[in-house]
C-alpha cells in the first residue's frame, strides 16, 4: 500500500504564497489519482484539488479555483499543491491521499497532514 508524506506548510501572511508537497512511498503512485483535502479547526476535511493518472484531469474545489494548481512529478513520486493569494480562510492542515479512479470517491490511505496557517 501506497504510503503518502506531506510537507511544505507552515505560517505566512494573506497573499504570500506556498507550495505542498506529497511525497509516496511506491511508484505504483503513478497510476493513481491524487487529491489534496484540507480540515480546518472544527470544520469537516474538504476537498481542495486532484489530479488523474498522467495529468490528464484535474479538478478543483470553487473556492479555491484560480489560485491553487495542482501538479504531479512521477518521476519524484510527488503531487504538489501551488498555493498563491493565500487567504486567512485557507488556514487548515492540508491532507493528501490517492484513490484508484478519478470519478470515485474511494480515497486513502491518507498521510499524516502539514499545517498551513495565513494571517491577516
Known amino acids: 500500500q501506497v504510503q503518502l508524506v506531506e510537507s511544505g506548510g507552515g505560517l505566512v501572511q494573506a497573499g504570500d504564497s506556498l507550495r505542498l508537497s506529497c511525497a509516496a512511498s511506491?511508484?505504483?503512485?503513478?497510476?493513481?489519482?491524487v487529491g489534496w483535502f484540507r480540515q480546518a479547526p472544527g470544520k469537516e476535511r474538504e476537498f481542495v484539488a486532484r489530479i488523474s493518472s498522467r495529468g490528464r484531469n484535474i479538478e478543483y474545489a470553487d473556492s479555491v479555483k484560480g489560485r491553487f494548481t495542482i501538479s504531479r512529478d512521477d518521476a519524484k513520486n510527488t503531487v504538489y499543491l501551488q498555493m498563491v493569494s493565500l487567504k486567512p480562510e485557507d488556514t487548515a492542515v492540508y491532507y493528501c491521499?490517492?484513490?484508484?479512479?478519478?470519478?470515485?470517491?474511494?480515497?486513502?490511505?491518507w498521510g499524516q497532514g502539514t499545517q498551513v496557517t495565513v494571517s491577516s
Open positions: 491521499a490517492t484513490s484508484p479512479s478519478f470519478y470515485t470517491g474511494t480515497w486513502g490511505p
Open positions: 511506491e511508484r505504483t503512485v503513478s497510476s493513481l489519482t
